[in-house]
């Protein structure tokens, strides 16, 4: 069974770590019921799939997987299995003979990264406006309510979270799961450099706000077009954004 640790401790035991014998965890309240619905491979692929997004993995770490599978209390097949599974979605990367990695986008490849991205998202957007349902609607609503609250602290970690279930809920409005499947595995790609955008620039939060709004709008009106286009254009300024982050400080002149 999965078994809860901190964040600072995920960091300690997943990344290379000392070998020690796998203990049995504690079992939660709800375990028996999620595992009905969920494989544990599936169970452990998610768990390392929220700490990459969250951060607690960095781009780069090298993954154990005797650590990995004490940390999370199981043996180290599911740990394997969902290796395999982390590589396929674009988040590790397997080295012949080194292991398992974090995988590490160059900026070179982010930009293109972010070309298929407009696309797959123009397309989200013109498939969202034409089938989304009542319950989606609300939902993304509900999202730009809570990303404009959250954008007058200017918290680029409590917006980073917000802003991947924003783009998850119109994925699965589109109502194409191959586009989805697709569109997720970009993005995974991409979260290293979309959570350097934010974090760096803090003070764009609200205009990010703005375009989910404009976004939102479109789609409840069933404007495909102009959805498509809201969507391409949001995720090249994302990409600009990103450029604009990590250029180099102008130097003062003497």
């Known amino acids: 069974m999965l078994k809860s640790v901190s964040a600072s401790q995920r960091r300690r035991t997943a990344a290379t770590a000392p070998h020690r014998a796998s203990r049995p965890a504690a079992a939660p309240a709800n375990a028996i019921a999620v595992l009905q ?4 491979p599936t169970l452990v692929a998610h768990e390392l799939e929220r700490m990459i997004v969250a951060g607690d993995l960095v781009a780069g770490a090298k993954l154990n997987e005797e650590s990995v599978a004490e940390m999370l209390g199981v043996s180290r097949g599911p740990v394997r299995e969902a290796f395999r599974a982390l590589e396929q979605a674009g988040l590790v990367r397997t080295e012949k003979n080194r292991g398992v990695f974090v995988r590490q986008v160059s900026l070179e490849e982010a930009d293109e990264i972010y070309e298929v991205r407009a696309a797959l998202d123009g397309l989200i957007g013109r498939l969202a406006a034409q089938r989304i349902a009542a319950a989606e609607l609300a939902r993304l609503r509900d999202i730009v309510r809570r990303m404009q609250l959250i954008g007058r602290m200017r918290s680029a970690d409590a917006y980073f979270p917000l ?6 809920v119109l994925a699965q409005a589109a109502g194409n799961r191959a586009l989805a499947a697709n569109y997720r595995r970009v993005v995974n790609e991409l979260n290293l450099y979309r959570r350097e955008t934010l974090a760096r620039n803090a003070e764009n939060i609200p205009i990010s706000t703005k375009d989910h709004e404009a976004i939102v709008d479109a789609v409840a009106r069933g404007d495909a077009a102009l959805a498509e286009r809201l969507l391409r254009e949001h995720v090249l300024e994302s990409r600009a954004r990103l450029h604009a982050a990590l250029a180099p400080a ?5």
């Open 37 to 40: 619905s969920n494989s544990l």
């Open 163 to 168: 802003n991947l279930e924003f783009h998850d």
């Open 250 to 254: 102008p130097q003062r002149a003497p």
